[in-house]
């Protein structure tokens, strides 16, 4: 059986969160893990609805509810992957004390690769908060995002998550990671 961990992906706004995080689902899933991608873009609206219209309380709000579902999931064995920039520290170490199994990673990027990425404005449309982001004290990984490919952050992870027994190389269904 597996276990249920929780990887938060963090980072400035078009360092890669979901490419690499879609990755590394596509490659536990091939190998028989129950994965479950919670990004932050693409998260149902019910979740986000009515939050409010202070800019600090909804990044609160948003969070708390990422953490609530990404706990739950974890509970019942489901490796969980959080998608989200996580724009306050004290969020991500709420999820670090409330998650029994959390592991962070911190994509760094520089200004002017995030700007190169962004084929939808957001640098544009958001420019009093876009640049807000507390970087973390102690993440567990940290990945130059513009010195690897999404393939090779993917495996970075997936090593990671190996080496502490969350998955093996074998793959849950005897598959290989590869």
Not at 138 to 146: G, K, L, N, W
């Amino acid at each position: 059986m597996q276990k249920g961990v929780v990887i938060w992906l963090t980072g400035l706004p078009n360092c890669g969160k979901t490419t690499i995080s879609k990755q590394v689902k596509k490659e536990l899933k091939s190998s028989g893990y129950i994965v479950e991608l919670l990004d932050s873009d693409e998260v149902p609206r019910s979740l986000t609805k009515d939050l409010s219209p202070h800019w600090e309380t909804r990044q609160r709000e948003k969070s708390t509810n990422l953490i609530y579902v990404a706990k739950l999931l974890s509970k019942h064995n489901v490796i969980v992957l959080i998608s989200s920039v996580g724009r306050l520290r004290k969020m991500r170490e709420l999820a670090r004390t409330d998650i029994k199994d959390f592991i962070e990673v911190y994509l760094k990027c520089p200004l002017d690769t995030r700007l190169e990425r962004d084929t939808n404005g957001k640098y544009k449309r958001y420019p009093s908060t876009i640049h807000y982001f507390e970087e973390p004290d102690r993440p567990e990984i940290v990945i130059e995002t513009d010195k690897s490919s999404p393939v090779q952050a993917a495996r970075k992870i997936l090593d990671y998550l190996s080496a502490r027994g969350y998955i093996s190389v074998t793959g849950h269904e005897g598959s290989n990671i590869n």
